[in-house]
């Protein structure tokens, strides 16, 4: 006798051996109890996932006769009556099914339409089963819809499809519709330990759980790829074997690489994509295996709570829950976001292994700086660039009088010694005036701008592109040099800057966020903890903190900051309160990024070199060029 594979051998018979199903089945069974039936059923969902054994479990429900031929329609077939044992071997003439894949014209649905004129011969009911019925044409679905609508009483419509888009509207409003899901890995793994223990073969719990993860939902290709484990592994299923069927990766590559990405270890990661090089495992199948592990991180940082409760028929629930506390979330994220993103990658690059280990490395690229400079509270800082500034003069048009074009003289740029690039640059743009057509571009001769030493030390050396002067004047309208900015401001005013109100305690916690974060001892939430919160008193080795936002108060980082502060010596026990905060490191260091800011435009204003161009070309300093060293 022929072997019969197991998606056939196990098809369920029943609405109640279905799985995964249950919402359709409920509504089915209910339908047929209560003799609510409808001419014209459209299973939808894809591969194998039950639409066609739904249909031909529904037609022995519509014709079972009963194990004493006197049964009517029932939700529970018997499945040893004539009509059910025909159904299930395929040769009852009143259950047709058509394949509209390969039968897709008018001709062969005119074909099955023409036999509904006639009663049943033997059931209770004709069922008309069109499988891939997206795949008709637009002439073979016209040719339906009468039929389909006003359908005899003994006439039933089964329709299925993969894709319900391509089916057009006027036949979806007369069908009542079922969407068969994807199943869920657990439910395929718990009905593949069934199916293998009616078989009387051995299998290995893990094994199973990377069929169910392959058969991506469908329980027909996971029957199908147990078959093929079956006979690779020489009657048993177990891991080893199953994994190198699958070419899959074995999540132990996963923590490692993981593992290595929180540490910063970049030859880790790169030594660990050479080893999956080498045994020749698959490089789109690693980074779906880490956005899974990536994914259940991410929910234990956002639900701390689920790590104290592991699942502990899971082996994997305590690495995952180690890797959550150790990498930080924003960085989860970020690398989740960077698996995806990488599968997409891999058919266009030469090489899959170098697009993986690409992909990996790009994390470390964007991991924030160890150690910043002291004074700032952000990861990104603004850093002055070598450019230099270009002042401007304003395009001259035509007018009423000649004039003589304007050059500084040589004896001007020598005046003053030449200024240190120790500043972003200066944009200084000229004053727009009305009334003034556009003009072509000229031939323009860069000179240089000099300053007094006084005031030239934190202004970059900047240029003036000198446009020369048409033969007509122009008027150009004067300004005032405007006053330097005074000395000192009020607190409160600076912008960007919140009100400071300095504490001895404050001077005490600003210097030790600051060594932490230089020392790289805390990063990203952490970090942000420190920055944001105001010591309020010490105790010994018990330090309180008051911030201001909860969002900031996660268990993760406050652990973190508390082994930070332990490690270096401050205290062993914090504890952190909700409340006003008056004085935090990043206030201070948003109220001297403020104070610099303030000097330094005082500087530029108070220049009178600046004066001179704004007075004589009505130039203006654009708001925001002026950046501290």
């Not at 199916?195 to 990377?210: C, D, G, K, W, Y």
């Not at 993981?258 to 789109?284: F, M, N, P």
């Not at 323009?444 to 000198?466: D, W, Y």
Request: one cysteine or more.
């Amino acid at each position: 006798m022929s072997y019969l594979v197991l998606a056939r051998k196990y098809r369920p018979k029943t609405f109640a051996e279905m799985v995964g199903q249950e919402h359709v089945v409920q509504a089915l069974t209910n339908a047929l109890t209560q003799q609510r039936l409808h001419h014209a059923y459209l299973f939808t969902g894809t591969r194998g996932v039950g639409k066609t054994t739904v249909s031909r479990i529904l037609a022995k429900s519509l014709n079972c006769q009963g194990a004493d031929g006197q049964g009517g329609i029932t939700a529970t077939p018997c499945g040893v009556c004539a009509a059910c044992t025909a159904i299930d071997e395929g040769r009852f003439p009143d259950y047709t099914e058509l394949d509209a894949a390969s039968n897709r014209g008018v001709d062969e649905v005119q074909g099955l339409l023409e036999q509904a004129v006639y009663k049943p011969v033997q059931g209770r009911f004709k069922v008309f089963m069109i499988d891939e019925v997206h795949m008709l044409t637009n002439t073979a679905f016209n040719a339906m819809l009468k039929t389909l609508e006003e359908p005899p009483e003994y006439l039933k419509f089964v329709l299925a499809t993969t894709d319900p888009q391509k089916v057009p509207v006027t036949v979806l409003s007369r069908c009542l519709q079922f969407n068969l899901r994807p199943m869920a890995p657990e439910v395929v793994q718990q009905h593949l330990g069934h199916v293998l223990a009616a078989e009387s073969i051995a299998a290995e719990p893990p094994a199973l759980r990377l069929l169910a993860r392959a058969a991506r939902g469908s329980m027909r290709d996971a029957l199908s790829l147990t078959d093929q484990a079956i006979a690779f592994g020489g009657g048993q299923v177990e891991e080893a074997p199953v994994r190198q069927m699958l070419g899959s990766v074995d999540r132990s590559h996963v923590f490692t690489l993981i593992d290595a990405l929180a540490r910063g270890d970049g030859l880790a990661v790169v030594q660990t994509c050479e080893l999956l090089r080498t045994h020749g495992l698959s490089a789109a199948s690693t980074l779906e295996d880490m956005g899974a592990v990536l994914q259940r991180m991410a929910v234990l940082q956002a639900v701390p709570q689920l790590a104290q409760q592991p699942d502990p028929q899971d082996p994997e629930a305590g690495e995952i829950a180690r890797l959550a506390a150790l990498l930080p979330a924003d960085e989860t994220q970020l690398l989740y976001s960077i698996c995806l993103h990488g599968r997409t990658e891999l058919g266009l690059a030469p090489d899959e292994y170098a697009a993986l280990t690409m992909a990996l490395l790009r994390l470390l690229a964007f991991k924030p700086a160890p150690a910043p400079q002291a004074g700032t509270a952000e990861k990104k800082t603004l850093k002055s660039g070598p450019a230099d500034a270009v002042a401007t003069l304003p395009a001259t048009a035509p007018s009423a009088r000649p004039a003589p074009a304007h050059a500084p003289t040589p004896s001007a740029t020598a005046q003053a010694p030449a200024l240190q690039r120790s500043a972003a640059p200066l944009a200084v743009e000229p004053a727009t005036h009305a009334q003034q057509p556009p003009e072509a571009p000229r031939p323009s001769v860069r000179l240089p701008v000099r300053a007094p030493e006084e005031f030239g030390r934190n202004l970059p050396q900047a240029h003036i592109e000198q446009r020369p002067v048409a033969t007509e004047t122009v008027a150009v309208p004067v300004r005032a040099a405007p006053e330097p900015g005074p000395r000192t401001q009020p607190l409160a005013r600076q912008a960007g800057a919140e009100a400071l109100v300095p504490t001895e305690d404050g001077n005490v916690w600003h210097a030790t966020v600051q060594r932490l974060v230089q020392e790289g001892a805390i990063s990203a939430l952490t970090r942000e903890l420190a920055l944001q919160s105001q010591l309020v008193a010490r105790d010994g080795e018990h330090w309180l903190l008051r911030i201001e936002r909860e969002s900031l108060n996660q268990p993760v980082a406050h652990e973190r900051l508390r082994a930070a502060l332990e490690a270096a010596g401050c205290a062993r026990q914090i504890s952190v309160e909700v409340g006003r905060v008056s004085d935090s490191p990043a206030r201070r260091n948003a109220h001297a990024a403020s104070e610099r800011q303030r000097r330094a435009e005082a500087i530029v204003h108070a220049d009178p070199y600046v004066q001179q161009l704004m007075r004589d070309f009505g130039a203006r300093i654009v708001p925001g060029s002026i950046k501290p060293a």
